[in-house]
């Protein structure tokens, strides 16, 4: 028998009581995640940065305005989208994720995506995608390509930020986007 699914508003409220590890200690407060409880799309990325960390909401700096714009291009919205982090508390001075860290937080992660069960998850960068393929494999070798695993199609892009300021990586996001907008037949599929 398959084990029944955590409600979100369950799930967030054990994450805001968290203290597996010392981040919690740093925290203004969690970001658990926002958007569409039914939606087909999980969006990951990495951790909350300041901005996240003074409002509670992933996304919600630049990166996240940039994010909103390659939504857009596939066609989709906030508000068709859920997205969430592989940590729910910002690391100081927004330094890469430690595998403890990972190991203490990614339990609600993978709950809220039993929860939620969308059809794709999109990881954005290195971080959410190792965690959600369990691959080695760095993103520029993985990015644009549809995977499966298990019940999940799993589409790996270059993290927002890490695009912002490098053209390359724009080009190949708004392109990968635009993939993600065919491939879930929310966007007309380029002739
Ligand atoms: N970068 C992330 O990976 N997540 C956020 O919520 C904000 C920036």
Redo the contacts with the bound molecule.
């Keep these: 028998m398959t084990k029944p699914s955590i409600p979100l508003s369950e799930l967030q409220a054990e994450v805001q009581a968290c203290h597996r590890c010392p981040l919690a200690d740093g925290r203004t407060q969690t ?1 658990f995640g926002v958007g569409n409880p039914d939606a087909r799309v999980l969006i990951v ?5 300041k901005n ?1 960390d003074l409002q509670g909401e ?2 919600v ?1 630049a ?2 305005k940039y994010l909103d714009q390659l939504l857009a291009v596939a066609g989709l919205t906030r508000e068709d989208v859920y997205i969430a ?1 592989v940590l729910k508390c910002r690391p100081p001075g927004n330094r890469d994720p430690r595998p403890e860290e990972i190991e203490e937080c990614t339990p609600y992660l993978r709950e809220q995506t039993r929860t939620i069960s969308p059809e794709v998850i999109v990881t ?2 290195n971080f959410a995608t190792k965690f959600i393929l369990k691959t080695e494999v760095g993103i520029t070798r993985l990015h644009g390509v549809a995977k499966q695993a298990g019940r999940f199609k799993v589409f790996p892009v270059y ?1 927002p ?1 890490a695009a912002l300021y490098d053209p390359k990586k724009r080009e190949a996001l708004e392109e990968d986007f635009a993939h993600l907008g065919a491939l879930l037949g929310t966007v007309p599929r380029a002739e």
């Design positions: 970001v990325g990495e951790a909350p940065g996240e992933p996304f700096g990166a996240g982090n954005l960068g993290h930020a």
